[in-house]
């Protein structure tokens, strides 16, 4: 019983095994780039850019069509009782009459002062200023998202620093604790790198922590759920180390020609513009050219069709001699009534008109100034937008050029730092070893050598992340 529930153990704690193992191969290795592709797609903010971009492409095309005529076609059925205006003889009568109108009309606007033109200038530029926008979203985005990888590469490093750091501690106390049961070395010495070993275990902890809320950060842009166990592809050595050779005058000017939001505001104060010019139009006359089709039915309508004639007396008469009168006889013709049929009522009926119209604004209770004053505003307004756009940009890039410009200093410090703390660590670890160091000698040195390693790793992907915000102003974010 016992070998049998053993044996059932085994293949639990098998299956458990397996199960974790293909959960942790299903999870592939991202780079920076799948990350960004990955964050675009899934992002709320781009997705409504996108539906924006195409409102605004809708507008421009209605913009276009508005050139074209309108055509519309109308049909009435009515029912009059009582006495009412028979739609075919225009004649009152007191009856149920049974009536149908059709009309087919269109119209076309020859000029109005250019609105049409002017609005489809304005509405392509608006639509030219959303795709930028849409552009700066995905721009933004991309930033965010390399900011947040670089920052889990940072973390990463920190971490295999920190274990690095704790298993040569780990080393020195095995062994210490040789020599400390050969009476070779002080007890307090081993007491000072197990401690030692617990401040490298805290920073392997809050190293690993950052790291962990580096990814949260990052699976929050990417829009997916978090994984602790996805794995991201490390950077090579000349994208962490290369120099940046630019000025903030040659970065800002190129931001202004590259930068998506610089092109999104110029091309709103321009929409702007060509509004104003719309709504000026609206001062002037509008001819417009329209025709119509028209005919109708009417249960009341009717023809006379001849039967026959006869002679009947009139009351006109003559006097004979013998005093009587003969009265005058004349021809009459018969008709009887018949309903004129549907169809041919429907082609009898029949009429056409072409007017040319010309509507001339006189006073129209001020709504076309004020149409104009409230356009002058909206480019007034675009305007203010787009140079405080330029005058951020530029202070933006001056104060990102010197944080990298800092950054590079102080990466550069640091790296002559960790090689003479490397020089010194080596000295002292020789020393300790020897029997001639202390521990205390040793610690010191270790924790210099440590925490400059340390700071190197950080100032280097500072370094990065200040290059790769003014890539950003240049609008080249690449790999």
């Given at each position: 019983?016992?070998?049998?529930?053993?044996?059932?153990?085994?293949?639990?704690?098998?299956?458990?095994?397996?199960?974790?193992?293909d959960?942790?191969?299903n999870?592939?290795s991202?780079?920076?780039?799948?990350?960004?592709?990955?964050?675009?797609?899934?992002?709320?903010?781009?997705?409504?850019?996108?539906?924006?971009?195409?409102?605004?492409?809708?507008?421009?095309n209605?913009?276009?069509?508005?050139?074209l005529?309108?055509?519309?076609?109308?049909?009435?059925?009515?029912?009059?009782?009582?006495?009412?205006?028979?739609?075919?003889?225009?004649?009152?009568?007191?009856?149920?009459?049974?009536?149908?109108?059709?009309?087919?009309?269109?119209?076309?606007?020859?000029?109005?002062g250019?609105?049409?033109?002017?609005?489809?200038?304005?509405?392509?530029?608006?639509?030219?200023?959303s795709?930028?926008?849409?552009?700066?979203q995905?721009?933004?985005?991309?930033?965010?998202?390399?900011?947040?990888?670089?920052?889990?590469?940072?973390?990463?490093?920190?971490?295999?620093?920190?274990?690095?750091?704790?298993?040569?501690?780990?080393?020195?106390?095995?062994?210490?604790?040789i020599?400390?049961?050969?009476?070779?070395?002080?007890?307090?010495?081993?007491?000072?790198?197990?401690?030692?070993?617990?401040?490298?275990?805290?920073?392997?902890?809050?190293?690993?922590?950052?790291?962990?809320?580096a990814?949260?950060?990052?699976?929050?842009?990417?829009n997916?759920?978090?994984?602790?166990?996805?794995?991201?592809?490390?950077?090579?050595?000349?994208?962490?180390?290369?120099?940046?050779?630019?000025?903030?005058?040659?970065?800002?000017h190129?931001?202004?020609?590259?930068?998506?939001?610089?092109?999104?505001?110029?091309?709103?104060t321009?929409?702007?513009?060509?509004?104003?010019?719309?709504?000026?139009?609206?001062?002037?006359?509008?001819?417009?050219?329209?025709?119509y089709?028209?005919?109708?039915?009417?249960?009341?309508?009717?023809?006379?069709?001849?039967?026959?004639?006869?002679?009947?007396?009139?009351?006109?008469?003559?006097?004979?001699q013998?005093?009587?009168?003969?009265?005058?006889?004349?021809?009459?013709?018969?008709?009887?009534?018949?309903?004129?049929?549907?169809?041919?009522?429907?082609?009898?009926?029949?009429?056409?008109?072409?007017?040319?119209?010309?509507?001339?604004?006189?006073f129209?209770?001020?709504?076309a100034?004020?149409?104009?004053?409230?356009?002058?505003?909206?480019l007034?307004?675009?305007?203010?937008?787009?140079?405080?756009?330029?005058?951020?940009?530029?202070?933006?890039?001056?104060?990102?050029?010197?944080?990298?410009?800092?950054?590079?200093s102080?990466?550069?410090?640091?790296?002559?730092?960790?090689?003479s703390?490397?020089?010194?660590?080596?000295a002292?670890?020789?020393?300790?070893?020897?029997g001639?160091?202390?521990?205390?000698?040793?610690?010191?040195?270790?924790?210099?050598?440590?925490?400059?390693?340390?700071?190197?790793?950080?100032?280097?992907?500072?370094?990065?992340?200040?290059?790769?915000i003014?890539?950003?102003?240049?609008?080249?974010?690449?790999?």
């Amino acid at each position: 019983m016992k070998l049998r529930s053993f044996c059932l153990f085994l293949c639990f704690f098998y299956t458990i095994k397996v199960v974790a193992q293909d959960s942790t191969r299903n999870i592939t290795s991202l780079n920076i780039q799948k990350c960004v592709e990955i964050a675009i797609s899934n992002n709320l903010n781009v997705a409504q850019s996108e539906l924006a971009a195409k409102r605004a492409n809708i507008g421009f095309n209605q913009a276009k069509l508005n050139l074209l005529p309108n055509f519309g076609a109308n049909v009435q059925q009515g029912l009059n009782q009582g006495r009412s205006i028979d739609p075919f003889t225009n004649a009152y009568l007191n009856q149920q009459i049974n009536y149908t109108n059709y009309s087919v009309g269109g119209s076309i606007i020859l000029f109005n002062g250019f609105v049409l033109w002017n609005t489809i200038k304005q509405n392509l530029l608006a639509f030219e200023a959303s795709k930028q926008e849409l552009q700066q979203q995905k721009d933004n985005l991309t930033l965010n998202v390399i900011l947040a990888y670089l920052q889990i590469l940072n973390n990463q490093e920190l971490v295999n620093q920190s274990r690095n750091q704790a298993a040569v501690t780990q080393e020195q106390i095995r062994r210490s604790e040789i020599l400390n049961k050969d009476g070779a070395i002080a007890p307090y010495q081993l007491a000072d790198l197990k401690g030692q070993l617990s401040n490298d275990s805290l920073s392997i902890i809050n190293n690993q922590n950052n790291l962990e809320a580096a990814k949260v950060a990052l699976a929050q842009y990417m829009n997916v759920p978090y994984q602790k166990q996805q794995l991201f592809e490390p950077l090579n050595a000349e994208q962490l180390s290369s120099s940046y050779n630019n000025n903030p005058d040659a970065i800002y000017h190129a931001a202004l020609e590259q930068l998506s939001l610089v092109k999104a505001s110029n091309l709103r104060t321009k929409s702007a513009a060509k509004a104003v010019s719309s709504a000026h139009g609206y001062l002037y006359p509008t001819l417009s050219l329209n025709a119509y089709l028209y005919t109708n039915y009417s249960s009341a309508a009717s023809k006379s069709i001849f039967t026959d004639s006869a002679r009947v007396a009139t009351n006109d008469y003559v006097n004979l001699q013998n005093g009587t009168r003969s009265y005058v006889m004349a021809n009459q013709n018969n008709y009887r009534q018949e309903k004129i049929s549907y169809q041919d009522q429907f082609k009898n009926n029949y009429n056409s008109a072409i007017t040319l119209g010309l509507q001339i604004p006189i006073f129209t209770n001020w709504v076309a100034r004020n149409r104009i004053a409230l356009a002058k505003i909206d480019l007034k307004n675009a305007e203010l937008v787009e140079q405080t756009t330029r005058i951020q940009l530029k202070q933006s890039v001056e104060q990102a050029f010197f944080n990298m410009i800092a950054a590079f200093s102080r990466y550069k410090t640091l790296q002559s730092q960790v090689s003479s703390y490397i020089e010194s660590f080596k000295a002292t670890e020789v020393k300790f070893n020897a029997g001639v160091g202390t521990s205390v000698d040793y610690t010191v040195a270790k924790n210099k050598l440590d925490a400059a390693n340390i700071n190197l790793i950080s100032a280097r992907y500072d370094y990065v992340l200040r290059m790769k915000i003014l890539d950003y102003y240049q609008g080249k974010l690449t790999w």
